[in-house]
């Protein structure tokens, strides 16, 4: 009788292990898989905002550089005028 039940309490002590080993394991993967996912979404949030904060630094330094640039070339072009009037000016005031 007495080795029925350590039998029965062998038995109930290994179904109590491997359901509590089974819960245990499955809790860890659940755990582990919801940290990747949520590790994974913040890296690409994190990738995303460098990409989308990178452009918008070229679009505004390319907006200055180009202003800049527009101004050399309507200087140099104010520049010209000037040069072009003042020679016709002295060609016009030689004698001939």
Do not use: W
């Not at 460098?50 to 679009?59: F, L």
């Amino acid at each position: 009788m007495n080795n029925k039940k350590q039998k029965k309490c062998q038995s109930l002590e290994t179904f109590h292990q491997s359901l509590a080993k089974k819960t245990l394991i499955k809790t860890v993967l659940a755990v582990g898989i919801i940290t990747l996912l949520c590790n994974g979404l913040g890296y690409l949030y994190v990738i995303r905002r460098i990409k989308d904060d990178t452009i918008q630094t070229v679009k505004k330094n390319t907006e200055i550089v180009v202003e800049k640039e527009s101004e050399i070339f309507i200087q140099a072009e104010n520049n010209n005028n000037l040069v072009k009037q003042y020679l016709q000016n002295q060609i016009n005031t030689i004698d001939p």
